[in-house]
């Protein structure tokens, strides 16, 4: 194992990408620290600067109806439940104008599968957000949504992306990728787009110069091959074109939810934290996620492979509804940032620095 | 001439660390490398073995003369949230404990003005009366130096006359951090680092193991950790008496440090003060992540970097939860478990003395 592993980081030092059979590996068999460094050692290679990025934005869930039900979810609502909403646009505005009034530049809007809302709404809105608030960049609909939107509106992916960032969208977060395996998927999310479905949008947002991101949820009841494979689907749509500028690995949180279960603990989080650094060298930014492992681990991720802490948010509620509610401020985070040794920096959604701290 | 070399080669060769060399691993950002020396030193102690018990707090009273500025769990007497268990509250709790397969019961509260040494025997005489088989960690070094005070007897006689009433051993609270220009802005009321030291020595002459802990991330500096983890490395040579060291991270929410500054140890420091704690307490067998101040997922990654016990199931912690942690006030065992196994480790269910509990 040992001689295994000074192989694999001395390719990793050249940039030599690592193959499905080694990474596997690696990630069963290295134990915690053994990967960390592994991981590290990329992100020195990767990052040398010791700068720590973070974005000033706001989740904004413009609706919780969803018809796909996904098992993981305590977010999703039927239209008819009690609960279940739709944001008006002043309500959206109002949230984008609060976003703006703290130094915000990121809007990231998502919401569910709402069988009502087709391609006008969206263009609609928009252009209404881009109207008022043309600083914003606005970072919304994950592949899950633009595949429905365009489906109900009788449009080709092409078609609706098109119209899309005619009417402002910027550019387009990962979510809903879980895990792209349908085996997997057809357990916990059976009626979301498959695998391919999801990558082929993120395909067509490239063709289509959108900067993108790309997200993994774990935890849940996928297998480790399950968690390398996803890897090597993000990594190889990145190879043939992608725009992916981030990788977000995160936890399924089983609170209020259909599937239950536990969530993944810390040394499970760092691991496939750093196993994401090793396998995608052709994405530049590794996320922490402080929304589902609280400051101190995102903190500690920095060292397992994380440059960036993603988005302060001003308003976080699908985590929040399955009972993880992790806050925190701007000025927590430069704090802990500088804690762990490294330069906070505010960013842009496309990865300008903002400012220095 | 001190480089991060030569302190491996010293750990790998089982020599003891210096000052300077733990404070040089303080300063030092090479996290990951200190952990796994850390890993090393206490696997050639305790392997892939994990400790953790089954215990409960009771926190007898949260009434307390002393004011402690790092501390939101004190009221005055008369205070709104003031409280102080009956024996019969004690009593209870003791027994729904032992139902749900508890070992120990760890006892602490505050500096209650009212109260005289015969009230905190019969608490204990109340647990031991519920079973004499549940081990009783209680009062800290602190609690004790005021029993002294309020009886006006010598700590040896007080000792003995709770060992006489149940008491097995002690828990390691009240440290804080020694150095005394911390401390006075910290707890100027609270006994002194020197007296506390005092107080452990005589509870090991009396046959009592106890814990020792350190109060960190508030004020302090590097160099007033090192002294404080070598006071008690050297008290520790002259008694042997210390089962574990409990690095404890300041909670800051609701505390009077809090509104003077924004501060609280992140997670790379947290870690950092346990491989230090490792690598330098080399008369300690066990270094403990206290998972209700780190937080579970801080005190499960610790167990890389030379951590080898994760307290127990808890059950109603109240001390860290007023200070604002933000971990449950207690875990089932199932959840210890699969902390400890999804870490990589073997889980050991100790007794408090740190005794594998074979089958239950």
Redesign the interface.
């Given at each position: 194992m040992q001689s295994f592993l000074r192989k694999c980081a001395e390719r990793l030092e050249t940039g030599a990408p690592l193959n499905r059979q080694e990474a596997l590996r690696i990630f069963v068999e290295a134990?915690?620290?053994e990967l960390?460094?592994l991981a590290?050692g990329v992100r020195r290679r990767l990052h040398p600067e010791k700068i720590v990025t973070f974005v000033v934005d706001r989740n904004v869930n413009y609706t919780n109806v969803c018809v796909s039900r996904c098992r993981f979810c305590a977010f999703y609502r039927d239209e008819a439940d009690a609960d279940a909403y739709l944001l008006s646009q002043e309500e959206i505005y109002r949230k984008v104008e609060e976003l703006v009034a703290q130094g915000g530049t990121q809007l990231l809007m998502q919401g569910g599968l709402h069988p009502q809302l087709g391609i006008e709404f969206f263009e609609n809105l928009f252009r209404g957000i881009k109207g008022r608030f043309p600083e914003i960049l606005n970072h919304s609909l994950s592949p899950t949504e633009i595949s429905h939107v365009a489906r109900i509106s009788g449009l080709t992916i092409a078609d609706a992306l098109h119209r899309l960032k005619e009417a402002g969208l910027d550019s387009i977060p990962g979510g809903g990728a879980e895990i792209l395996v349908d085996r997997v998927r057809a357990e916990i999310s059976p009626d979301k787009i498959g695998w391919e479905e999801w990558s082929e949008v993120m395909r067509e947002a490239a063709r289509q110069g959108f900067p993108t991101t790309a997200t993994m949820m774990f935890g849940s009841l996928e297998r480790s091959e399950d968690i390398v494979e996803h890897l090597f689907r993000i990594r190889e749509i990145q190879e043939q074109g992608g725009t992916f500028t981030a990788f977000i690995p995160w936890t399924y949180q089983p609170g209020n939810t259909e599937l239950g279960g536990?969530a993944?603990?810390?040394?499970?989080?760092?691991k496939v934290l750093a196993l994401s650094r090793l396998v995608l060298c052709n994405i530049p930014n590794i996320q922490a996620s402080w929304v589902t492992?609280?400051?101190?681990?995102?903190?500690?991720a920095?060292?397992f492979g994380a440059n960036d802490l993603g988005g302060t948010m001003l308003e976080e509620n699908v985590v929040a509804a399955a009972g993880c509610s992790?806050r925190i401020t701007r000025?927590?985070l430069i704090?802990?940032i500088k804690?762990?040794?490294f330069a906070p920096a505010q960013r842009t959604t496309d990865y300008k620095i903002v400012q220095f701290y | 001439m001190i480089s991060f070399d030569s302190i491996t080669d010293k750990v790998r060769t089982g020599r003891r660390l210096s000052d300077s060399e733990a404070l040089f691993l303080f300063e030092s950002e090479d996290l990951l490398e200190i952990g796994e020396l850390a890993a090393f030193a206490n696997a050639s102690k305790n392997g892939r073995r994990v400790y953790y018990n089954v215990n409960r707090h009771i926190n007898y009273s949260n009434i307390c003369v002393n004011h402690c500025r790092f501390c939101a769990f004190r009221r005055d007497a008369g205070e709104a949230g003031a409280y102080l268990l009956t024996l019969e509250d004690i009593r209870s709790r003791a027994e729904e404990a032992l139902r749900q397969g508890a070992t120990e019961i760890h006892m602490v509260g505050g500096l209650h003005p009212d109260l005289s040494l015969p009230c905190y025997e019969e608490m204990l005489r109340a647990v031991k009366a519920v079973s004499p088989r549940l081990h009783l960690k209680a009062f800290t070094a602190v609690e004790i130096d005021y029993f002294s005070r309020i009886s006006g007897l010598s700590l040896r006689e007080v000792l003995l006359s709770l060992k006489e009433s149940g008491l097995d051993s002690l828990p390691g609270g009240g440290a804080e951090i020694f150095a005394p220009a911390v401390r006075s802005e910290l707890c100027e009321e609270k006994i002194s680092g020197d007296r506390w030291l005092e107080v452990m020595e005589e509870a090991h002459r009396c046959g009592f193991r106890s814990n020792a802990t350190m109060l960190y991330g508030h004020l302090e500096s590097h160099s007033d950790r090192v002294a404080h983890l070598s006071r008690l490395r050297d008290l520790q040579d002259r008694t042997g008496g210390f089962q574990a060291l409990v690095a404890l991270p300041f909670q800051p929410l609701n505390t009077q440090l809090h509104s003077d500054r924004n501060l609280r140890a992140g997670g790379v420091d947290d870690l950092k003060t346990v491989a230090v704690s490792r690598l330098y307490l080399d008369n300690f067998n066990n270094i403990k992540a206290y998972w209700v101040l780190l937080g579970e997922k801080i005190a499960q990654v610790a167990l890389a970097f030379g951590a080898n016990d994760l307290d127990g199931t808890v059950v109603d912690e109240r001390i860290g939860h007023e200070a604002g942690a933000e971990s449950p006030r207690g875990m089932t065992r199932d959840e210890i478990l699969r902390l400890i196994g999804s870490a990589g480790k073997e889980p050991v269910e100790r007794d408090s003395l740190y005794q594998e509990i074979l089958s239950r």
């Open positions: 134990d915690l620290l960390g460094k590290d536990v993944a603990s810390g040394v499970e989080y760092l492992q609280g400051a101190k681990l995102a903190q500690v920095l060292y992790f000025e927590e704090a802990l804690g762990a040794g | -």
